[in-house]
């Protein structure tokens, strides 16, 4: 009994941790006024709605080639579940 106790303690106390990323693509403006969002899509074909302030915004003009650092989640694009990434740094990459 004890040993379940501290178990359970033990779980409860433990936090995921955020599932940052980090990746590298090419970042353009998609969709139609007011709806338009940056999308991301790397050199695998995978692409990210990318989530940011205006401050982190500003910091690069469109199309950029970026590495970006964030946190995955899925939401809604367009009516469907699409992969996005919540923007904590980016990085012009210049090419």
Do not use: K
């Given at each position: 009994?004890?040993?379940?106790?501290?178990?359970?303690?033990?779980?409860?106390?433990?936090?995921?941790?955020?599932?940052?990323?980090?990746?590298?693509?090419?970042?353009?403006?998609?969709?139609?006024?007011?709806f338009v969002v940056q999308l991301?899509?790397?050199d695998q074909q995978n692409a990210?709605?990318?989530?940011?302030?205006?401050?982190?915004?500003?910091?690069?003009?469109?199309?950029?080639?970026?590495?970006?650092?964030?946190?995955?989640?899925?939401?809604?694009?367009?009516?469907?579940?699409?992969?996005?990434?919540?923007?904590?740094?980016?990085?012009?990459?210049?090419?």
């Open positions: 009994m004890a040993l379940m106790l501290l178990l359970l303690a033990g779980c409860s106390g433990a936090r995921p941790m955020p599932n940052e990323i980090v990746v590298e693509g090419m970042v353009t403006a998609r969709g139609n006024a007011p991301l899509e790397t990210y709605v990318l989530v940011m302030d205006e401050a982190i915004r500003n910091q690069y003009v469109n199309p950029a080639r970026l590495r970006v650092s964030g946190v995955v989640y899925v939401a809604d694009w367009a009516g469907r579940p699409f992969t996005h990434l919540r923007v904590t740094r980016l990085e012009s990459l210049g090419d």
